[in-house]
């Protein structure tokens, strides 16, 4: 009497919401590299425009292709931010790694926060100013234009902001969430979460959210306002080793 073989796992698109993303909802933001590599076409490899998000991602890291496509991106001694759980080929070289936890929304109260300012590229500067303070993460000139970010104001200043970053289908990323110092305790940052979630859910998303294994404070707030740990990705910096061959690239990206 034969068994069947059992049915093949299909990945979960939170397990690889980059490249999720830049095949997606952000394609218009994408580097591609690999076979057929068009705004349409399938790909191996692909990138956020440099200037949008510091992000790569494979189409399958267990295909050599994959990671050849995107050594011809990085280009050689060029570095790359992956995250997952990834065992990088011979000649590639980690040159940083953080252990990381990926959070889903499973009973968030999302509503709008009426103090709450739609931020945009008239207030990169001073943004990038409130990024650079707090370091909730990478944040580039126009990583505004990813979706919808939300900014808090005390006489004309700002600051708390959060916003949205990676867009999966049926998923929406919620990032860059900060609070100046002497603003800290009031709650401004959940208040910017949930507005940003309500958004999120309007469109029929579901937020979700990543932050560093060892940032336990902040992932005891996530979990206390509604959020669950899904799965701990690893956030990873390579450095490619030199390609002596060059997939075609694409480099189509929006005008900014």
């Not at 068994?3 to 999720?20: K, S």
């Not at 292709?65 to 995107?70: I, K, P, Q, Y």
């Amino acid at each position: 009497m034969s068994t069947a073989a059992p049915a093949p796992v299909t990945p979960h698109v939170l397990d690889n919401p980059a490249w999720a993303s830049l095949s997606g909802p952000h394609a218009a933001f994408a580097e591609r590299a690999g076979a057929h590599a068009s705004p349409a076409g399938p790909a191996f490899a692909a990138r956020y425009a440099p200037d949008v998000a510091p992000f790569s991602a494979l189409a399958d890291p267990a295909d050599p292709r994959s990671w050849e496509a995107l050594r011809s991106l990085a280009g050689a001694g060029g570095v790359v931010s992956l995250s997952g759980v990834l065992t990088p080929p011979a000649g590639w070289e980690t040159v940083g790694a953080i252990e990381g936890v990926q959070l889903v929304d499973v009973a968030l109260r999302a509503e709008p926060a009426p103090e709450a300012v739609r931020l945009g590229p008239g207030d990169v500067p001073e943004v990038l100013e409130l990024i650079a303070l707090t370091k909730p993460g990478p944040f580039l000139p126009r990583t505004v234009e990813l979706g919808t970010y939300l900014g808090i104001r005390h006489q004309g200043r700002l600051v708390a902001m959060a916003g949205e970053r990676l867009r999966p289908p049926g998923w929406t990323e919620i990032s860059a969430v900060c609070t100046r110092p002497d603003h800290r305790g009031r709650g401004l940052a959940t208040r910017l979460v949930r507005a940003v979630a309500a958004g999120i859910r309007d469109r029929g998303d579901v937020p979700f959210l990543h932050t560093a294994a060892h940032n336990t404070a902040a992932v005891r707030l996530y979990e206390s306002i509604g959020f669950a740990v899904r799965r701990r990705p690893t956030f990873m910096a390579l450095r490619a080793p030199d390609a002596p061959h060059t997939p075609p690239i694409d480099r189509k990206a929006a005008a900014s």
